[in-house]
């Protein structure tokens, strides 16, 4: 068993998606996740429904969309191209402050960090809003039943993914690493049993 933990463990520090339908691949990993909380599990059992579209589906979405992210990016690197004095070739090789690469930094946002297993009609990553935008329009939410703060906090998701209207890019990427961090620590002790399922 120590062998099968230590290979579990070693995937579960590991396994990363580059391309954003891939993220389903975190399934498995997001099940377990919202079920390692009393309040996270509680938050994550909320049928979350919008508008007349009241058939839900339980899925692996983004919480700052793919959408919303490239537009940031492509921006960063529109900006890093102004009065740039290297060659066409180095042009198009410009990546936004904070990422080697242009590819690692569309890629960043299909994290773990930056996704949620949740029962809901609408899908945030097709979308150029925010997960407020989405979430605002919950009965729960609208009514009070629960309150933004609960949900955020259940789900371990800061104010800056959940609404990253007028942040840096860099403070984006930060939230999504630091919360990737903490979810994947999380699933490890899962796996070492020091951590329990409370579902």
């Not at 959408?67 to 004095?85: D, K, N, P």
């Not at 569309?106 to 029962?119: F, H, M, Q, R, W």
């Not at 933004?148 to 959940?162: E, G, K, M, N």
Request: with cysteine; hydrophobic share 40%.
């Amino acid at each position: 068993m120590s062998r099968v933990a230590t290979r579990a463990a070693d995937q579960v520090s590991n396994f990363v998606v580059r391309n954003r339908k891939q993220v389903h691949g975190y399934y498995d990993y997001l099940w377990v996740w919202h079920r390692l909380e009393l309040a996270r599990w509680e938050c994550s059992t909320i049928q979350m429904r919008t508008g007349r579209k009241r058939v839900g589906k339980l899925e692996v979405d983004h919480t700052v969309a793919d959408a919303y992210w490239s537009r940031l990016v492509t921006q960063e690197i529109h900006a890093a191209g102004r009065g740039f004095a290297g060659s066409d070739l180095e042009r198009l090789l410009l990546a936004p402050k904070g990422f080697e690469t242009q590819q690692e930094a569309y890629a960043l946002i299909n994290s773990l960090g930056n996704c949620t297993l949740l029962d809901k009609s609408f899908n945030v990553s097709k979308s150029d809003g925010t997960m407020w935008a989405f979430l605002k329009e919950v009965r729960e939410i609208k009514q009070g039943e629960v309150t933004r703060s609960d949900w955020q906090c259940a789900l371990a998701l800061p104010d800056i993914l959940v609404d990253p209207d007028g942040a840096a890019l860099t403070d984006i990427k930060a939230a999504i690493l630091l919360r990737d961090s903490q979810m994947r620590k999380e699933l490890g002790e899962f796996i070492l049993g020091t951590r329990h399922r409370v579902d």
